[in-house]
């Protein structure tokens, strides 16, 4: 799903099985460097998202039961358990728990897909804090049956502001990474949640739907507010299933949908 580097090597979790691999880049040799204890060797999906912090690698949960933190130096695992939530955005097995992780200096964010939380951790002092304020007005704005998970793919970060799609909702999540303050934006768009979100110039925002008039997309400006549509095909019946994050150059964007077979 998802996997970090350095000079020398290359990080992964195993998509269809329990393990970290590591990639030699100049021997261009694979291994399974670590299992994660207490899980399943055969179980899918149990990290999703990683992030390297120094010598130290972080794993978000999807299907795994803790945060995982990948010491390269002592080539050893610590987890941080996760407080019980009573709630969340359609909490079962096909969901994940959390999907990206943003980065800011020594400060991590798990982004929780059906978990109602961002888990910030120093990797200093490695304190954890749970930021919840957002959740309330999310839930209150989710329509019946949304199963789209709290937050979409990507985000876009300016200076101390990281801006953060809403999966569940027409909106974007701004963190403020001084304060840990939110402010959830909400977006006149005609779409069922934003399944993508990223920028060039941190002033213009571009915006892909999520399971519902994919076909279409949106550039908002976060200053004046302004927002502009463009259709992604002509054709009416041609939707997407879903989008992950655009890729944004100087002078153009670049959209890749989420492709799915069905018997």
């Known amino acids: 799903m998802n996997m970090v580097e350095d000079d020398k090597k290359i990080w992964m979790v195993l998509l269809n099985r329990n393990g970290i691999c590591e990639i030699d880049k100049e021997k261009r040799r694979a291994r399974i460097c670590k299992i994660f204890e207490e899980e399943s060797l055969a179980e899918e999906c149990l990290y ?20 995982a933190v990948y010491d390269l130096i002592q080539d050893s695992i610590t987890y941080i358990p996760l407080k019980k939530m009573n709630r969340g955005c359609k909490q079962n097995q096909e969901n994940p728990k959390f999907w990206n992780i943003i980065r800011h200096g020594t400060n991590v964010y798990l982004l929780g897909y059906s978990y109602p939380a961002i888990v910030k951790i120093n990797m200093d002092s490695m304190e954890t804090t749970y930021i919840t304020d957002w959740v309330d007005e999310i839930d209150k704005n989710i329509k019946s049956g949304n199963n789209n998970g709290y937050f979409g793919d990507g985000y876009v970060m300016i200076d101390n502001l990281v801006f953060i799609p809403v999966g569940c909702v027409n ?17 006149d768009i005609s779409v069922n949640g934003i ?69």
């Open 195 to 263: 399944g993508g979100l990223s920028s060039a110039d941190g002033k213009n925002l571009w915006i892909v739907g999520k399971c519902s008039k994919t076909d279409r997309a949106y550039c908002w400006n976060r200053q004046t507010e302004n927002i502009t549509e463009y259709f992604l095909s002509d054709e009416e019946e041609n939707k997407f299933d879903s989008f992950y994050a655009p890729v944004c150059t100087a002078s153009n964007v670049f959209y890749t949908y989420v492709s799915f077979s069905y018997s």
């Open 171 to 187: 909106a974007v999540l701004e963190l403020n990474l001084d304060t840990d303050d939110v402010k959830l934006r909400i977006l």
């Open 48 to 67: 999703c998202h990683v992030q390297k912090v120094e010598d130290r690698l972080i794993f978000s949960p999807a299907r795994a039961k803790k945060i």
